[in-house]
């Protein structure tokens, strides 16, 4: 009986082949075919296209057996990338410009957000977010109760402010969507100064050297770049 392939394109030694030879089919096997689909990890090229994997009946390196999918090259618009329809998850990680959308020849797809990676999983018909997840945000130390100078290790962190405390927002320290949220928890408003170059309060043009947060007011920054940001919220 011939050899038959698994869905991964494991081969199947058939009962009586291969004889004397069936450990070069094994070592291939397990040293290609599963590794690749336990750790591997493998680019998928777009030239301004979408792009389609497919699995042929050999245990040798094939693209679409791999764990972790790393999508490069050039995509000026949103494009698919169309797997084979069978069960398996993919790491995958969208070095593109634009969104691609990861799916089977029909059925539902993920679309993965540019300079993001996503893990999903294909069941066969569609492919499905292999995660959910619960965004939680935890608090950068305890309130602040001094003037406080906002560094990396605050990023996408609560820095809250507690009493006689100041928040100060330097220049040429954080990049481009990095993220910080500050709390005034006090009963008074607390300024912030705005050391960065330009700080803008979302919706109005007026460059800020100093923000205003509410009484148990929130304010979002987000960094347009290392000396330019945007303050949302309980802020004047």
């Known amino acids: 009986m011939a050899s038959t392939y698994s869905a991964l394109k494991i081969e199947l030694i058939g009962t009586g082949e291969q004889a004397g030879t069936w450990g070069n089919t094994t070592n291939t096997n397990l040293g290609t075919a599963i590794e690749e689909a336990i750790t591997g990890s493998a680019n998928v090229t777009f030239a301004n296209a979408s792009v389609t994997l497919t699995l042929s009946d050999t245990n040798a390196t094939q693209t679409a057996r791999n764990l972790r999918l790393n999508l490069v090259g050039t995509a000026n618009a949103a494009y698919n990338l169309v797997v084979p329809a069978i069960e398996k998850q993919y790491i995958v990680n969208n070095t593109l410009a634009n969104a691609i959308t990861v799916k089977n020849s029909t059925g539902n797809g993920i679309a993965v957000a540019p300079s993001t990676t996503q893990v999903v999983f294909n069941d066969g018909t569609d492919v499905v977010l292999a995660n959910t997840v619960y965004l939680g945000i935890p608090q950068s130390?305890?309130?602040?109760?001094?003037?406080?100078?906002?560094?990396?290790?605050?990023?996408?962190?609560?820095?809250?402010?507690?009493?006689?405390?100041?928040?100060?927002?330097?220049?040429?320290?954080?990049?481009?969507?990095?993220?910080?949220?500050?709390?005034?928890?006090?009963?008074?408003?607390?300024?912030?100064?705005?050391?960065?170059?330009?700080?803008?309060?979302?919706?109005?043009?007026?460059?800020?050297?100093?923000?205003?947060?509410?009484?148990?007011?929130?304010?979002?920054?987000?960094?347009?770049?290392?000396?330019?940001?945007?303050?949302?919220?309980?802020?004047?």
């Open 141 to 236: 130390g305890s309130d602040k109760t001094t003037t406080y100078t906002l560094g990396l290790t605050d990023r996408s962190r609560v820095v809250a402010i507690g009493s006689s405390g100041l928040i100060n927002v330097p220049d040429n320290v954080f990049s481009n969507g990095d993220a910080v949220l500050v709390f005034n928890n006090t009963n008074a408003a607390s300024n912030m100064t705005m050391s960065i170059a330009t700080a803008y309060i979302a919706g109005a043009d007026a460059d800020k050297a100093n923000i205003a947060i509410s009484a148990r007011g929130l304010a979002s920054i987000l960094f347009i770049n290392s000396t330019a940001c945007v303050v949302t919220g309980n802020v004047s």
